[in-house]
């Protein structure tokens, strides 16, 4: 593209790309400035739901008009030289020369005096897109950008959102959630900025631009997310606390005890963070600043025994002897076939996929590429797993469970596609797919047959979260036909009919190895006993628990072990609890004073 002339924009050098397009610098070769294009990608153009999306970004950039927003000069479509090539279509858009804020944040902590202009700029801007009733919905600090001048610009409007206010037209164009990728229940946004509400695919509003800016905050004045790691931990008998400190030079842990201020260093923890104690208290797990390995040392000292290898940042270690990540965000849990691993989405910034390896304690990362990676799904094999990537349209790769070679695409598609399930001899994948003239579809792919989709159910409804039976025959899904989700199964190649399982709500099955269908109705985990052959049987459904889950439109959040017995719950974290601690020193003296001469000792 470089040296290309689009319209009266000469394109100079790429700047990046991301979701919705590529970004240039351009020269404007009428008037003499710089600008940056954002181009949609041809074979995107060609869909009329990206196009209402890119139209979209353009009418709510058009009708912003602040000095810390990035002004929206045009939108414009150039045919090609060639007869046979499509139109591209771009913005040209204000070029803002500098850093974006995510870089500076790196670059070490940020002066108050520089920090508060920051912050104020940023919230003008948001309040002026607010005030026209338009919501950012993904304000984070790479979206933030700093100009040579020291102005703030908020980019990237390309996820918001227009709720109905006067004088604001609320059409296709201006509201997501009846464009393709929301109507399919994707969530648009940035998931470590994400607000309660918005993580859990309700409707947004300014709300959610006010908790993404609450959370940028810290970073701007502080550090960077990345780099936060408790610095304390009290001991299980809340006797002692250790502490990591440094005198200078470089940080290690130290113990002190709670009724003295002596501290005595445990040697060997240089460079250590994120101290946590072990449930009796005699050990002391940690993670170093140069390498994030999870390591652990006797409160009396002694030799620093490595745990694990990966990207730790501190753990909770329970009574069973797990230490898992503390300050990680996990989604969409899936056990291998054998039980022995665990693959997830750690969420930061661009989710990957990690494994855990649950007989070593074992968590490493598989897949690290700029986009977004989804709801990992196992091949029976145990060899390779299935996931979803936001390329857009969300698309269906491959990669082997060892690492050994590079993502690959599983099925490429103009429309969003998502692995619900393998059937258990690997010849069939249940695929979910969205189409503008409908809901969310099933359609069964053959792995053996030149990989082309067969539809299953197409209906103006949603179906959905659809597992295969143990032996093949049948399908269980998810679908709202009746307006509220409930739970189906429907017979495949000759077993043919669909039958409603459920009666009173259900989301989210999943078909167990010991032939058990699991749901969720509401709190309440459901198990109902199903027998296949030689004919359909279906016993009486039985509440197992009740537990507040974590629960998206893109992933089941939970899976469960071949027998039947345990299971792997996503839960929201409790976000109420008390994110202090608070040390009382010399109480026996406080305790005296409030007895009273001659009190009860």
Do not use: C
């Not at 991301?18 to 995107?44: C, Q, S, Y």
């Not at 986009?371 to 082997?400: C, H, I, K, T």
Request: charged share 25%.
């Amino acid at each position: 593209m470089i040296g290309t002339t689009l319209s009266h924009f000469r394109i100079t050098e790429k700047l990046g790309e991301g979701g919705m397009g590529e970004v240039w610098r351009a020269e404007d070769t009428k008037l003499g400035r710089e600008v940056a294009l954002k181009v949609l990608p041809e074979e995107f153009a060609k869909d009329p739901d990206r196009m209402a999306r890119f139209e979209r970004e353009a009418k709510v950039l058009g009708s912003l008009n602040h000095p810390n927003i990035a002004t929206l000069y045009g939108l414009e479509s150039v045919s090609g030289a060639d007869s046979d090539a499509g139109a591209t279509t771009f913005l040209a858009m204000e070029l803002v020369d500098g850093e974006d804020l995510s870089e500076r944040i790196k670059r070490g902590q940020i002066p108050v005096d520089e920090a508060i202009p920051i912050a104020l700029q940023i919230a003008d801007a948001l309040e002026a897109a607010h005030e026209q009733g338009i919501v950012h919905r993904d304000l984070k600090p790479a979206n933030i950008k700093l100009a040579d001048d020291g102005v703030v610009k908020v980019l990237d409007f390309g996820l918001a959102k227009t709720w109905e206010t006067q004088g604001v037209d609320s059409g296709l164009s201006l509201s997501p959630t009846v464009t393709h990728a929301t109507a399919a229940g994707v969530i648009l946004g940035t998931a470590a900025y994400m607000s309660p509400e918005q993580a859990r695919g309700k409707n947004a509003d300014r709300r959610v631009d006010i908790w993404a800016f609450g959370v940028v905050l810290p970073e701007e004045f502080s550090f960077s997310k990345q780099n936060f790691r408790p610095v304390v931990d009290i001991s299980p008998l809340g006797d002692e606390m250790v502490i990591s400190a440094d005198d200078g030079e470089e940080a290690m842990l130290y113990r002190r005890s709670l009724i003295s201020s002596d501290l005595k260093p445990l040697t060997g923890t240089e460079g250590a963070t994120s101290p946590f104690y072990s449930p009796d208290g005699r050990w002391i797990g940690f993670s170093t600043n140069d390498d994030r390995v999870l390591k652990k040392v006797s409160i009396d000292g002694g030799q620093v025994i490595t745990l694990a290898k990966g990207e730790w940042g501190g753990g909770s270690w329970g009574e069973d002897e797990t230490i898992l990540e503390a300050d990680r965000r996990y989604s969409a849990p899936a056990l291998s076939p054998d039980g022995k691993t665990l693959a997830m989405i750690v969420e930061d910034e661009n989710p990957d996929i990690w494994l855990l390896d649950l007989e070593r304690r074992v968590l490493n990362r598989l897949t690290s590429t700029p986009r977004s990676e989804l709801s990992p799904l196992w091949f029976p094999d145990g060899r390779r797993l299935a996931f979803v990537v936001d390329d857009p349209p969300f698309n269906l790769y491959q990669v082997p469970a060892d690492g050994s070679a590079p993502p690959t695409a599983l099925l490429q598609s103009p429309v969003d596609s998502y692995a619900d399930a393998f059937s258990a001899d690997g010849r069939w994948l249940a695929v979910r797919q969205n189409r503008p003239d409908s809901a969310s579809d099933l359609e069964l792919l053959s792995l053996g047959n030149g990989m082309e989709p067969t539809t299953l159910r197409a209906t103006p409804f949603d179906e959905k979260n659809s597992t295969f039976s143990p032996d093949g025959r049948y399908i269980a899904y998810e679908s709202n036909d009746t307006d509220r989700p409930e739970i189906y199964i429907q017979g495949l190649h000759e077993e043919g009919g669909r039958m409603q399982l459920s009666s009173s709500g259900g989301m989210r099955p999943r078909w167990g190895r010991n032939g058990e269908l699991f749901f969720w109705r509401g709190r309440d985990l459901i198990a109902v006993d199903i027998r296949t052959a030689p004919r359909l049987v279906i016993g009486d459904p039985q509440v197992l628990f009740s537990i507040d889950s974590h629960a998206t439109n893109v992933s089941p959040e939970y899976d469960v072990t071949a027998d039947g017995q345990r299971f792997i719950i996503t839960r929201t974290p409790d976000v109420s609890r008390p994110r202090e601690i608070r040390v009382v020193l010399n109480w026996f003296t406080e305790l005296e004073r409030l007895a009273g001469p001659g009190g009860a000792r």
